[in-house]
């Protein structure tokens, strides 16, 4: 099974900060990679897929790349609604993969 | 506006079964695969089965699979997951996502299932 490690678990950052967090992977997946915004008591939002595209109604400070095997999620500008945990998944293959999730908090 | 609700969530005891509905709206079911997620208490996101679009193909991880069926019915614009032999370790949040070629581009508010006897 494909393993995406997340890094770091946990992270806190000021309004207005540059944000990054990461997704590597345990073997090549090409683009297939999404993200996932998730707040408690609700569902999981969809941030990014195809390790770049932006998905629908997300705002543009959020913006996702792509290195080798290592995914980035960036805030260009942190706001206090981006706080929540943040997941990538994988669907390059069955069975599908998420990583461990990264909680990200204000400062 | 695309919608998915889950439902038939609830209390089970250890070694029982149970059936999650997800009703759909908004978009042409049939033409989508469709897949279950959870998360456990404190835990983070796992998926647990996928289906095609007619249902001739489904797929599973080894933690459910042989005991979670996923199935459809088109002509209803639903999704259903048949979980039998339930273990404690199966308590979760379960949602209902569409798979847009296999990232999961809507999700349902999702429905608890706890396993305890």
């Known amino acids: 099974d494909i393993q995406l490690t997340q890094s770091p678990s946990s992270m806190s950052a000021s309004l207005g900060d540059r944000v990054s967090l990461t997704c590597q992977s345990s073997q090549g997946i090409g683009n297939y990679l999404s993200w996932y915004q998730h707040k408690p008591g609700k569902p999981p939002k969809p941030m990014i897929y195809y390790a770049t595209n932006l998905a629908d109604g997300v705002p543009s400070r959020f913006s996702g790349s792509r290195s080798g095997s290592d995914y980035s999620l960036t805030i260009s500008s942190l706001e206090s609604e981006d706080t929540a945990i943040y997941y990538c998944l994988q669907y390059d293959e069955y069975p599908r993969t998420f990583g461990g999730g990264t909680k990200l908090e204000l400062k | 506006e695309v919608q998915l609700v889950e439902s038939g969530g609830g209390l089970v005891q250890p070694g029982r079964s149970l059936k999650l509905s997800c009703a759909a709206s908004?978009?042409?079911?049939?033409?989508?695969?469709m897949a279950w997620v959870r998360q456990a208490p404190k835990k983070g996101l796992e998926w647990v089965a996928t289906i095609s679009t007619s249902g001739s193909r489904t797929y599973y991880p080894d933690s459910v699979k042989g005991r979670f069926t996923i199935s459809r019915d088109n002509a209803k614009s639903s999704l259903y997951l048949q979980m039998n032999s339930l273990k404690s370790e199966d308590t979760a949040t379960y949602y209902c996502?569409?798979?847009?070629?296999?990232?999961?581009?809507?999700w349902g508010q999702g429905t608890l299932v706890t396993v305890s006897s």
């Open positions: 996502a569409r798979d847009n070629y296999g990232w999961f581009a809507y």
């Open positions: 908004g978009f042409t079911f049939s033409n989508y695969y």
